[in-house]
């Protein structure tokens, strides 16, 4: 048996302090997390009750303050909304920069662009739309539900094409090659093979999205307003998590606040449950 | 293998696609084309309608004196965004100097190291980090953060005010807290797509590197590094378009103060914050809203800019590496 | 794979079936379809003052039993009046009132009416260990403090007012507002008023360029500084400084007195100044005895005629009527819960005027006293 390379002491010290190093950065990520968690826990909890979640927000200052159901129930329906809109796009745009633009001008160009537009602050795509479609009164209405959808899925546009291309490029060149060789037409290729491999990157990336869209208040501020009481009708001003606790937050009435952290706290439990479920789909393999 | 099995009625090969399926493809890249060119359609008219809504204030001030000014004086009604951009790009720095490697050494761990039944939950629990709502993280800076790190923010200044951009008297809320919470925010998101790229590298490679003698953080370094350096650069992109973006968190704990702050620890101003706080009250006074709104084409271009520094930097370094088929190109 | 897709969209669908059933058992809560009678029914929606946010979302919650409702934005006030004379809203929430720029614009489509709702203090609040809350203050030395020119708290210009108390040498911490709002120009507003330096360096508007201080944002982010910052001095409203007990400054009014900010004393502000015809006024600096001197109104900004202006349907007449009339008659007597101080008789009855005189498309607007 021939024998193995000698690592040095100083290799060896070398990979220990990368190990520690490594450890510490996820410790250190860590941190905030369990922080926040506890925080909000502790200003939150106390607000969770029945009425809490099956009840309308009365928007009285005094007296019966009620819960936050329709702030529960918008936020569902538009975030759901917004990551309908969002994830085609995204997914689809992602597709065409890997299968067909790759490094062409006009790829290179459309890349740089999305990569620009997830710098932009959440306020002017609330802005943007506030200009474009609520001053304008389309559809009938000044502030309407699904404008803020389309403001948060114009948030969330640009992380899902970005994320989805990282992913869908990793997919081997010789799984696309092998599909092509078997006769299988692009579209096949890309349905049968392509996707679904970069399923669990995609997911990923619009979870993110998904998150970061749940939790914004600015691109709801001009467009989708706030309302006391449960309104399905996306058409007109609709009610959400993110603009409840940004109102309650402020008032000087001590429940009130602390029903803001309440419904922050089920914010993030949502958001969690969402999470947990989407994993569970969309578990596959990995590529090694 | 016979000619004769591959051939069905009428002498068609079967290997020979139908007329039909070429359909298929060329739907397939009609609407994946159209999207793309919609995308930039939409960018493009986005950008025109902010301009036209900014000109009032372009026109009163100049493009570069806008931009360039160093005072932001809303009762005098003078615009110079110079502070809100210093203060951007500031806190965005900070974000991405703690964050990213913060970000990518997690994912490395969780990749590489960590003992395989904790690795779903300890992923996991860092995507958790996203879930928190802006406000929610910019009221916990308020609450917690500045009052607990004022203590050690003043040590630090004392101690190293050799260095430049040290020293002096701390502000509650300062540039730092603001990059700090940058940076909390995109940890979540660099760590998770990093983790995607990282666990796609060829087993082959890693194998290779260790056959060879390499230890763990060598291979790290030999193999993985190389093959995940362009899906760790988008990963960090859209880290540093959330910070440069983050709009409320900001907001609260950076002081607001349009000035340009001598040091780390004074306050200062973004772009992104001043739009939140003035929007409300300035939407019925004409050459303030515009400004505004200049304020976020701005902050566009910076990103524009910033984007496209970056891009030449990373293809730099990618260009001579790339030796596999299978590396991901940029 | 495929079996756990199926699971995925199952599950999606039933949700999503739940949530619609839910939420349909329940109709009654949006739009016009009035469970009083035609007498209220209707939706008004408005915007505007974060100031007065509490009062209307308080009396919103009490109409919707008439079968109102009352959809109300704290946006601050310059966003309310900007919506108003965009269309988006019926009524605009305001502290100060509309500058002639603003009236003119609005003229497109009608004639702004201001109708005053009630009035609040702006206490200026401390965080100072030892010392109680009444701590003698006159506009000229927190000008002072403001501008930075007075730095510790032992300052002789602070001890002269303040003769009976030991003040500590500490650092004065000033904490100002970052973002735009009416509690900063009726704050501004006090100070030029006694110090012509603070005139001419900073002025008064609703945001300004500070000279020293740090910035929070809104009244919670001010009070919330003031808490942390042990020798911090600012201005928040009333109902903060309750919320938080602080300790407060008795300011020096018109009159020469040190006036604490009270219910009563905000009220009284309110009299013995002078009101023209258009009902825009401010009260800050009252020539009142009683008076405290930085105290701020606020108003419901309507059109003249909503309906014809384009901002309110003839089915949702009732509601706003039954809200401004609530407004100005027995919505009242709620304001002292609140904090806030109601409008004293005279003024009152001057509101009651001008929400009698507004119309719908000609005809009077309706709804319930």
Same mark, same amino acid.
């Given at each position: ?226 309302? $006391?009481?449960? $309104?399905?009708?996306? $058409? ?53 | ?148 790190? &004022? ?40 760590? #998770? ?27 790290? &370094? ?82 524009? #800019? ?23 190109? #940029? | ?89 019926? =009524? ?25 709702? @009630? ?54 911490? %000033? ?14 507003? =006090? ?66 007195? =040190? ?15 002078? %009101? ?22 606020? =108003? ?10 384009? %901002? ?28 806030? @101080? ?12 001008? %929400? ?14």
């Amino acid at each position: 048996m021939t024998a193995m390379p000698v690592v040095s002491a100083r290799r060896r010290r070398s990979d220990l302090v990368a190990r520690g190093l490594l450890a510490t950065a996820a410790i250190v990520a860590l941190i905030p997390l369990v922080l926040v968690l506890f925080y909000l826990v502790k200003k939150g909890a106390g607000a969770l009750s029945g009425t809490f979640f099956s009840s309308d927000p009365t928007g009285a200052f005094l007296g019966n303050q009620g819960g936050v159901k329709s702030a529960i129930l918008g936020t569902i329906e538009l975030v759901a909304l917004a990551t309908a809109i969002a994830v085609p796009l995204g997914v689809g745009v992602a597709l065409y920069l890997t299968e067909y633009g790759r490094d062409k001008p006009f790829a290179k160009v459309v890349r740089y662009f999305v990569d620009v537009m997830t710098g932009v602050p959440s306020i002017v795509f609330g802005l943007f739309i506030y200009i474009t479609l609520v001053l304008t009164g389309v559809s009938g209405t000044g502030f309407a539900g699904w404008k803020g959808s389309v403001a948060l899925a114009l948030l969330m546009l640009p992380v899902v094409t970005r994320a989805s291309e990282v992913v869908l490029l990793l997919v081997p060149e010789s799984l696309r090659e092998a599909a092509l060789a078997l006769g299988a037409p692009r579209w096949r290729v890309v349905a049968r093979v392509v996707l679904p491999t970069a399923l669990p990157g995609i997911v990923t990336g619009t979870l993110l999205a998904v998150a970061r869209a749940a939790g914004e208040t600015a691109p709801l501020l001009f467009t989708s307003a706030i309302v $006391n009481g449960t $309104n399905f009708n996306l $058409n007109e001003r609709t009610n959400s998590l993110p603009i409840q606790i940004f109102n309650d937050i402020t008032q000087p009435n001590n429940q009130l606040v602390e029903r803001a952290w309440g419904a922050a706290l089920t914010l993030v439990l949502m958001i969690l449950l969402l999470t947990l479920v989407a994993r569970l789909v969309s578990r596959r393999s990995r590529l090694t | 293998m016979e000619a004769r099995s591959l051939e069905l009625r009428g002498g068609r090969s079967l290997l020979e696609r139908s007329p039909l399926s070429g359909i298929g493809d060329k739907i397939l890249r009609w609407v994946l084309t159209a999207l793309a060119a919609g995308i930039l359609a939409l960018i493009a008219f986005f950008f025109i309608r902010l301009y036209v809504e900014a000109k009032p204030a372009f026109d009163r001030f100049g493009i570069f004196g806008f931009t360039f000014d160093n005072n932001w004086d809303v009762s005098r009604q003078i615009f110079g965004a110079l502070p809100l951009v210093v203060g951007t790009l500031i806190t965005s720095a900070v974000a991405l100097l703690i964050g990213v490697p913060v970000a990518v050494g997690t994912a490395l761990y969780v990749t590489e190291f960590a003992p395989r039944p904790i690795r779903a939950v300890l992923s996991f629990t860092i995507e958790l980090l996203a879930a928190f709502p802006s406000v929610v993280l910019g009221l916990w800076g308020v609450y917690v953060l500045i009052p607990k790190l &004022k203590p050690a923010e003043q040590w630090f200044s004392d101690t190293f005010s050799f260095l430049p951009f040290v020293g002096g008297p701390v502000a509650g809320p300062n540039y730092f807290i603001g990059g700090l919470l940058l940076a909390i925010m995109l940890i979540p998101i660099v760590t #998770a797509i990093s983790r995607e790229v990282i666990s796609t590298v060829p087993a082959e490679h890693k194998e290779a590197a260790l056959a060879l003698g390499a230890t763990r953080w060598e291979m790290i &370094k030999m193999a993985v590094l190389p093959y995940s350096r362009a899906g760790i650069t988008g990963a960090a992109m859209l880290g540093l378009g959330r910070a440069i973006g983050e709009t409320i968190a900001v907001t609260l704990v950076i002081g607001n103060a349009p000035q340009i702050g001598k040091q780390l620890f004074d306050q200062g101003y973004t772009l992104a914050a001043v739009i939140a706080n003035e929007f409300g009250e300035a939407a019925s006074d004409p050459v303030h809203r515009a400004a505004l709104i200049a304020a976020g084409l701005v902050l566009f271009v910076l990103t524009l #800019a910033v984007n496209a520094i970056a891009r030449l930097l990373v293809n730099r370094g990618v260009h001579g590496r790339r030796a596999t088929k299978e590396a991901a190109p #940029a | 794979m495929k079996s756990r897709q199926w699971l995925a969209m199952a599950a999606a669908s039933v949700l999503a079936i739940g949530v619609a059933a839910c939420g349909s058992s329940n109709n009654d809560n949006a739009g016009s379809t009035g469970g009083g009678g035609g007498k209220s029914s209707g939706t008004a929606d408005g915007a505007g003052s974060t100031f007065a946010a509490p009062i209307y979302q308080q009396w919103g919650s009490t109409l919707k039993g008439d079968g109102a409702t009352i959809n109300y934005q704290p946006v601050g006030s310059g966003a309310g009046i900007a919506q108003l004379t965009a269309g988006t809203v019926a =009524f605009a929430g305001s502290d100060p009132p509309m500058k002639p720029e603003e009236i003119s614009a609005a003229k497109k489509k009608g004639d702004p009416v201001h109708i005053p709702v @009630a009035f609040g203090a702006i206490t200026v609040s401390y965080n100072l260990s030892g010392v109680k809350s009444g701590l003698k203050l006159d506009g000229a030395t927190i000008a002072d403090i403001f501008l930075g020119k007075v730095k510790k708290w032992n300052d002789p210009e602070i001890a002269k007012l303040n003769p009976g108390t030991s003040l500590p040498s500490s650092n004065i911490t %000033v904490i100002h507002r970052s973002d735009e709002s009416g509690t900063t120009k009726g704050f501004t507003d =006090f100070l030029q008023s006694y110090s012509s330096e603070w005139k001419s360096k900073v002025g008064s508007d609703k945001t300004v360029k500070w000279p020293t201080g740090t910035g929070a944002k809104g009244n919670d982010g001010v009070a919330a500084a003031i808490k942390q910052t042990a020798g911090s001095i600012g201005y928040v409203e009333q109902a903060y400084a309750l919320q938080n007990n602080f300790t407060t400054a008795d300011v020096k009014n018109q009159s020469g007195k =040190f006036v604490a900010p009270s219910l009563e004393s905000t009220t009284a502000a309110g009299e013995g100044v002078k %009101v023209p015809s258009n009902l825009q006024f401010t009260i800050i600096n009252s020539p009142n005895p009683a008076a405290y001197p930085i105290a701020s109104q606020t =108003f419901l900004i309507v059109y003249k005629d909503d309906c014809k202006a384009g %901002v309110l349907k003839k089915a949702d007449a009732p509601a706003l009527g039954t809200f401004l009339n609530y407004a100005v008659g027995q919505g009242q007597s709620v304001l002292g819960q609140l904090q806030y @101080a109601k409008l004293p008789s005279a003024i009152q009855t001057k509101a009651q005027d001008a %929400v009698k005189g507004l119309q719908c498309n000609g005809s009077p607007l309706g709804g319930s006293a």
